[in-house]
């Protein structure tokens, strides 16, 4: 596992290269997401820490009790275009491991299997599998898969979750997202509107932790929207592999059409398009789309109630902090949810309030780092543990109790073969 650290550091640029030729986003974006795939690896590394069990002595006159943990045996990963580098705690825990990356970017999971076994794995302890449902659905169906971790949108998620527990399997679904991030007027709003655009806007969007809707409590909004829309003007928007670029394309010419459909929606629903991405030409090989920001947008409208998962930022104003939790708590989503603020107390409030699996005070992508677990909650995750960091180690295992009863060396009847002092 040490080497295979040391080979995915040493070939960070040719795995970022490969994510942004398929997805599009901008290298230092992708190189961003290789250094969390290592902090992965590096906690994989102390897996012999995360599995040592607990011990119970004397629970009876002879007996203790004490708890393994071992592995389930094969199991499966399923990952979304945006996501396409994965971790590998289950094989440090044991488990021999198929990846099922997303068609639409497949190639950085088969360099990492190049480099997995370039470190010395056996071949088939990890397993590249190419393919879309149909490959989902054999993989769901397979008797010999004992596990199955899965991360994508809402509707997938929940139907691979549906299906692989029917099917007796352990399941992991973490689904979509629709985070907010709410400023309150106290904030210091120059860092909340960097804050906010390099969230929005960030692979032009495609993020499971990619803030979508800007909350401004009390009079923050105009001041807010105008520090937002000054920053998104000078954004450098160009070929994921342009060093100069800040954001990329998008991953196909279906999916901008889809984001596009949304901003037009929203402007036909009342929302004012602040900044509009619509109509605007870019030199470079790919789908893009600019930066959008849509104000008064209201919570009966489509822009606000799904996710769209492209650069298209939505401003709601409300009167009061608890205006701003009660539109969060009522989002069928839960998986990230920021605050801004010099308020501690407020801060502190949210963190105990929100309904959310990870919170930002004042950080607007609140990603945990590897030895914390990360999911959400509600609809964006279905099943009963996060991934990675220690909840990635319970759900890759499987506990046993052991209980023993040895009898005393004085009670033993049998001829021990060296001398006993009874
Ligand atoms: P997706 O649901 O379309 O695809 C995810 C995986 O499921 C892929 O491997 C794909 O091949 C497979 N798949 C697609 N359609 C299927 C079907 N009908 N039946 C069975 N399998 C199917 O997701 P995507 O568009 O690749 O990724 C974006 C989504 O992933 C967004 O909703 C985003 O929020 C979510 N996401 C969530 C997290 C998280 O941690 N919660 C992280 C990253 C991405």
Redesign the pocket.
Known sequence: MFRFRNLVEEHTDDLARAITLEHGKVLSDAAGEVARGLENIEFACGIAQHLKGSYNEAAATGVNVYTIRQPLGVVAA??????PVMVPLSIAAGNTYIL?????DPSAALLLGELFHEAGFPKGVLNVVQ???V???RLLEHPTIQAIS????????K??YETGTRNGKRVQA????KNHMVVLPDADLDVAADAAVSAAFGSAG????AISVLVAVGDVADELIEAVSDRMGKLVIGDGTDAAAEMGPLVTEEHRNRVTNYITQGAADGASVVVDGRNQSFDGNGYFLAPTLIDHVTTDMSIYTD?I?GPVLSVVRTATYEEALQLIQDNRWG?GAAIFTRHGGAARAFQDEVEAGMVGINVPIPVPVGYHS???WND??FGDTS?YGPDGVRFFTRPKVVTSRWSSLAESSVDLGFPRND
């Open positions: 399923i990952t979304p275009f945006n996501f099922k990356p997303s068609e639409r393919g879309d449902k490959a989902v659905d899965f991360v994508g949108s809402t509707p997938v998620a139907h691979v973490l689904a979509g997202a495609e993020r499971c932790m996710e998962f998986n990360f999911g959400g964006s995750l991934m």
